[in-house]
Nanobody, 123 residues
Framework: VQLVESGGGLVQPGGSLRLSCAAS????????MSWVRQAPGKGPEWVSV????????AYADSVKGRFTISRDNAKNTLYLEMNSLKPEDTAVYYC?????????????????WGQGTQVTVSL
């Protein structure tokens, strides 16, 4: 299993970024996928999850209404569209493969993570 995130960077408050996660080594369309972030000095925080088909999603309250998760099963790629970014969104963002097709939110349901991409929101 390989998960490779991209799209992070430095953005001003109120700005937008789109993260991508290229997946390989497993049948991407059979598993739910999630985004997890980790800010400096803090533990991992679940951000969003999408089921295997893309028809069901869920978001942490901290990002609801600002972030959108999506997937393209034909391209084996997961996305996270982030709008109205805030300084508190600064973190390393990881995509994670779930152990089932269902969009469960527990980090314990993740069996593989990517290497992460840094998102920094600052003036």
């Amino acid at each position: 299993v390989q998960l490779v995130e991209s799209g992070g960077g430095l953005v001003q408050p109120g700005g937008s970024l789109r993260l991508s996660c290229a997946a390989s080594g497993f049948t991407f369309s059979s598993y739910a996928m999630s985004w997890v972030r980790q800010a400096p000095g803090k533990g991992p925080e679940w951000v969003s999850v999408i089921n295997s088909s893309g028809g069901s999603t869920a978001y942490a309250d901290s990002v609801k209404g600002r972030f959108t998760i999506s997937r393209d099963n034909a391209k084996n790629t997961l996305y996270l569209e982030m709008n109205s970014l805030k300084p508190e969104d600064t973190a390393v963002y990881y995509c994670a493969k779930k152990q089932s097709p269902k969009p469960r939110t527990s980090l314990d349901e993740d069996d593989y993570w990517g290497q992460g991409t840094q998102v920094t929101v600052s003036l």
